[in-house]
DNA sequence: CCGATTCAGTGAACCGGTTCAGAGCAACGA
DNA sequence: TCGTTGCTCTGAACCGGTTCACTGAATCGG
C-alpha cells in the first residue's frame, strides 16, 4: 500500500463534485443545505478526512491554541495549576502549549516571543518577571492574562489579580499567634531584582514589627529541603517559617524531621496554595489557599472571550479572585509566647 | 498608530532589495553569503521580525509540537512526568500540546485523533487505553511513543517498557513479608474491560498465593481517600494496599489516619512513582521508581529522531527502563505474622 | 407576471512561509 | 578562449485550508 497521502478537502470535493470552497462551508455547517452537509461528512467519513489544523490556521488567524508559561513547573502547586487551566481552557476548546521558564527570566523571555508570537492566540502567564518590558509588547499583540501578579502593580494585557492580600492575611496570622521573627522562603527566581512577593512581605512586617528574613529558595522539594536545613540550623532560629509555595513547605517539613525538630513546637510552618499533599502531611499543613481552580477558570473564561472576540486586549479586564486562609495543625504558639504573656517586642 | 501588522518574510525581502526566497535562506543560513545574512539579519531586527510558525508549519509540513497525552493529569505522578518530559523536548527544541484524558478513554480517544491527526509531529501517551486499534492506526501516520505500557504487551509505533517488573516487586516484597490479604488500588478507568495492570497483578497474585482484591480508585487524593476509607472499614481488613500512583497512597494515608489506623502497624501501605511527596509524608513511602526522568529523556529522544528524520515509525525502537523498588517505611509485617509464623493461610 | 431578494454554490485570491528548477555570474581547468 | 563547475539569488509553485465577490436559480412581494 502506497504510504496514503493524508486526505485533503480538494479530495473530499472531488468525491462529492462540489468546490473546495462548498466543502468548507458545508463542514461547518454554513451555507449549504442540510442534504449537503450530510453528503459531504460522509465523504469525509469515508476518506478518513480530519482536516489540517495547521492550514486552517493559517487561514482563519486563529489556531485555538493556548500558550502556558509556568514560572517552575516543578512546582506542585503551579503543576496543579496547569492541570486545573487545561479543563477549564478545555471547555472552550482550546488546547494547551505548556512551557516551563524554570525559574529563570531570560528563558520566560524567550519562551514568551516564541511562543506568544507564533502559536497562539492567547497567553496566560502564572509567574512573570514583573520588570520586564515584554509583557506589554506582547500584550499589544495577543491577549495575555496574568495570575498571581497583583504584587507587582504592573498592567499586561489582563490580570488575575490575588494574592498580596494572602500573603498579609497569613503574616497578620503568625503575629496574632506571637510570632516575631520569622523565615520567608520564597520560589527563587535568581536575577529579577524586585521580586513582588518580596516587597509586600517586607512591607507588611515592617508594619507587624516582624523580623522577617526573606531567603530564597528552589522550587522543588529536595531543594526546599536543603534551604530549609541551613535556616533551621540558624541561631536565633526563626519560630515560623512561611514558604511561598506548599512545594517549599514539604522541604522544611523534611528538613525539620532531619533535625529533630517537631512542628509546630519547635518550629510553625505555613505553605501557600493549598495542594492536597497538605492535607497528608502530619501536622496538617497551614496555607492560603488561592482558589486555584476559580483562578483557572476566569483565566480560561477571560481568554476564551478575547480570543472569540479578536478583542483587542485593550480590554483589560481585571477579576480579582479572594484567598482564603486554611487554619490547620502546622503553626502555633512560639515558645517565648507559650511561657509568658506575649509582648509588644519592640 | 495603526494596529501595526505583524512583519511577514515578504517586508524583509523589500527592505533588503531581496526576493522572499532570499530572506527564508538566509535566515536559515543557507546559501547565502555571510555579508547577505547579516544584511537580513539586521533588517529583521529592525523590522521585529520573528517568522509565523504556524505558515512555517504548513510549508515544511513540521510543526516541532509533541502532543503529550496524560490518562489523568489529576495524578502528581503524571504531573510530575509532564514536567520531565517538557525538560527533555526543549532539549530538541520542541514543545509540549498537553491534552488530558482525565481517565476518560473516549476522551482520551478523540484528543488523540484531534492533536495527532492535526497539530503534532509526534505523540507521547503516557496512560493509554490498551483496547483500542486507535493507536496502530495513529502510529501509521506519526511517531507515537507509549510510556508505563509494558503491561498491555501491544505494540503501538515505538513503546517505552517498563512497569510490569515493578509491579512485580512490590507484590513480592508484600509475600516476603508475610502479607497475604491485599488490596490493590488501580486508577480508574471505567470502561476499559481489560485492564494491563490488573491482569498483571491476578497473574502474579495467583502465583504468591496472594488473596488480592482490585479496586478501582480516582487518581486525586481525595477521591483516593473515599475509596480507601471505604476499603479501610471492611472485614477482615487487608493488612496491605498497594497503590498504584502515589497519588492514590496519600489517600490511603488520609484515610488510615481518620480511622484512627497506624500506618505500618494496623496496615502497610505502598505506593509506585517515587514521587516527592513520599519522602515527607510520614512514615515514608515504600514505593516503586520507575525511574521517570529517565523514561522521559528516552521518550523525547525516540521522538526527536523520529520526528527530525521524518522516519517512517516502522523503527519501533524499543528502550526499556529498569524500575527500582525504594523501601522506606510504609510496609511492616501484618499482625499474624508478627503473632506466630506466617502460615499458608487458604 | 416581473423585478427584487435570498440562497446554494463557485472561482480565485489569500494566509506566510519553503522549496524546486533555473538564471546569472565568477572562477576554474584545459 | 571556451566549456564546465559552483555559488548566490530569483520566480513560481506549493502546503491546505478560508473567505470574498460573484453567479444562477429559486422564492417572494406586490
Not at 476548546?93 to 523571555?109: I, K, N, Q, T
Not at 480590554?315 to 482564603?324: C, D, L
Given at each position: 500500500m502506497p504510504a496514503r497521502r493524508r486526505a485533503t478537502?480538494?479530495?473530499?470535493?472531488?468525491?462529492?463534485?462540489?468546490?473546495?470552497?462548498?466543502?468548507?462551508?458545508?463542514?461547518?455547517?454554513?451555507?449549504?443545505?442540510?442534504?449537503?452537509?450530510?453528503?459531504?461528512?460522509?465523504?469525509?467519513e469515508e476518506l478518513g478526512y480530519t482536516g489540517n489544523a495547521v492550514a486552517r490556521a493559517l487561514a482563519s488567524g486563529r489556531t485555538g491554541l493556548v500558550g502556558v508559561l509556568s514560572g517552575s513547573l516543578e512546582d506542585l502547586g503551579e503543576q496543579r495549576f496547569v492541570e486545573a487551566l487545561g479543563r477549564s481552557l478545555g471547555?472552550?476548546?482550546?488546547?494547551?502549549?505548556?512551557?516551563?521558564?524554570?525559574?529563570?527570566?531570560?528563558?520566560?523571555?524567550?519562551?514568551?516571543?516564541r511562543l506568544?508570537?507564533?502559536?497562539?492566540?492567547?497567553?496566560?502567564?502564572?509567574?512573570l518577571d514583573p520588570s520586564a518590558g515584554l509583557w506589554e509588547e506582547l500584550g499589544e499583540r495577543l491577549p495575555v492574562v496574568a495570575v498571581g501578579d497583583a504584587l507587582g502593580g504592573r498592567t499586561v494585557g489582563q490580570v488575575l489579580f490575588d494574592n498580596r492580600s494572602g500573603?498579609?492575611?497569613?503574616?497578620?496570622?503568625?503575629?496574632?499567634?506571637?510570632?516575631?521573627?520569622?523565615?520567608?522562603?520564597?520560589?527563587?527566581?535568581p536575577t529579577t531584582p524586585d521580586r513582588p512577593a518580596e516587597l509586600v512581605v517586607a512591607e507588611v512586617c515592617a508594619r507587624l514589627g516582624l523580623d522577617a528574613t526573606i531567603v530564597n529558595?528552589?522550587?522543588?522539594?529536595?531543594?526546599?529541603?536543603?534551604?530549609?536545613?541551613?535556616?533551621?540550623?540558624?541561631?536565633?532560629?526563626?519560630?515560623?517559617v512561611f514558604c511561598l509555595s506548599d512545594s517549599i513547605a514539604c522541604g522544611v517539613y523534611v528538613a525539620a524531621a532531619d533535625?529533630?525538630?517537631?512542628?509546630?513546637?519547635?518550629?510553625?510552618?505555613?505553605?501557600?496554595?493549598?495542594?492536597?499533599?497538605?492535607?497528608?502531611?502530619?501536622?496538617?499543613?497551614?496555607?492560603?489557599?488561592?482558589n486555584l481552580d476559580e483562578v483557572a477558570t476566569a483565566a480560561a473564561d477571560l481568554l476564551a472571550a478575547a480570543v472569540a472576540g479578536r478583542r483587542r486586549p485593550r480590554?483589560?479586564?481585571?477579576?480579582?479572585?479572594?484567598?482564603?486562609l486554611v487554619e490547620r495543625g502546622s503553626i502555633g504558639a512560639p515558645r517565648a509566647a507559650r511561657r509568658r504573656r506575649p509582648a509588644a517586642a519592640r
Open positions: 478537502i480538494r479530495d473530499v470535493a472531488a468525491a462529492t463534485n462540489l468546490s473546495p470552497a462548498a466543502v468548507s462551508y458545508a463542514l461547518r455547517g454554513m451555507q449549504t443545505t442540510a442534504e449537503t452537509q450530510a453528503r459531504v461528512r460522509r465523504a469525509a471547555r472552550h476548546d482550546l488546547h494547551m502549549l505548556v512551557a516551563d521558564a524554570r525559574g529563570e527570566p531570560e528563558r520566560e523571555r524567550s519562551l514568551a516571543t506568544g508570537g507564533q502559536w497562539v492566540d492567547g497567553l496566560v502567564v502564572s509567574a500573603v498579609t492575611m497569613m503574616l497578620e496570622h503568625f503575629h496574632a499567634l506571637g510570632h516575631r521573627r520569622l523565615a520567608v522562603l520564597t520560589p527563587s527566581r529558595s528552589p522550587h522543588s522539594v529536595d531543594g526546599a529541603t536543603e534551604v530549609a536545613a541551613a535556616l533551621l540550623a540558624a541561631r536565633p532560629r526563626p519560630t515560623g533535625r529533630g525538630l517537631a512542628i509546630p513546637r519547635d518550629v510553625s510552618v505555613a505553605g501557600y496554595d493549598d495542594h492536597p499533599v497538605g492535607r497528608v502531611i502530619r501536622p496538617a499543613l497551614t496555607t492560603v489557599d488561592w480590554g483589560r479586564a481585571r477579576v480579582r479572585v479572594a484567598p482564603t
